[in-house]
T-cell receptor, first 114, second 113 residues
């Protein structure tokens, strides 16, 4: 198992609400990436944080936002929740070195929007 | 941006047989290609990866091959076991967004004993 943890494990929200998901990166890692995995699909890249700055963003609207803290943990915030936001949200931590990093995933947060 | 296609979507084999999963990518600048195994309700687990300066990599029963000219890479599992049953995802880097991984849609591998 990786040292990447996420909280909470499961979450149920209603449409229009806001949610915050949390990720603690593996010791020694400085980069956190967030992915959305819909049922039966591959993970889709939301954004990446490196040294507390956004370092790339996928095709997600601005109501998806994030933060990275000095200890390299990270938050994903989603405003104005929609039914289609129901998914497994995965974070992955890595140590940025050179052009590519090996990413290790956390267990995910299962978000259900009613 | 990068696009990754993965085939087949489902694969059923008998224990002891070999399994092959194939992926193609669109961005010729992609240079890192990991494979993840995801069991039901669990996190994706990295099982093997390959970088563009290598054509083949092997780790016990698992091997990955890369053809940069054709822009495709494949996962080979030999002597399959029931515990190999899972969803397998290939991925490639997207140079347009840091080191974002762009995933295929997954292959559900079922190994029957």
């Amino acid at each position: 198992e990786t040292g990447v943890t996420q909280s909470p494990t499961h979450l149920i929200k209603t449409r229009g609400q806001q949610v915050t998901l949390r990720c603690s990166s593996q010791s020694g890692h400085n980069t956190v990436s967030w992915y959305q995995q819909a049922l039966g699909q591959g993970p889709q890249f939301i954004f990446q944080y490196y040294r507390e700055e956004e370092n790339g963003r996928g095709n997600f609207p601005p109501r998806f936002s994030g933060l990275q803290f000095p200890n390299y943990s990270s938050e994903l915030n989603v405003n104005a929740l929609e039914l289609d936001d129901s998914a497994l949200y995965l974070c992955a931590s890595s140590l940025k070195s050179g052009d590519t990093d090996t990413q290790y995933f956390g267990p995910g947060t299962r978000l259900t929007v009613l | 941006g990068e696009n990754v296609e993965q085939h087949p979507s489902t694969l059923s084999v008998q224990e002891g047989d070999s399994a092959v999963i194939k992926c193609t990518y669109s961005d010729s600048a992609s240079n890192y290609f990991p494979w993840y195994k995801q069991e039901l309700g669990k996190r994706p687990q990295l099982i093997i990866d390959i970088r563009s300066n290598v054509g083949e990599k092997k780790d016990q029963r698992i091997a990955v091959t890369l053809n940069k000219t054709a822009k495709h890479f494949s996962l080979h599992i030999t002597e399959t076991q029931p515990e190999d049953s899972a969803v397998y995802f290939c991925a490639a880097t997207s140079n347009q967004a840091g080191t974002a991984l762009i995933f295929g849609k997954g292959t559900t591998l079922s190994v029957s004993s």
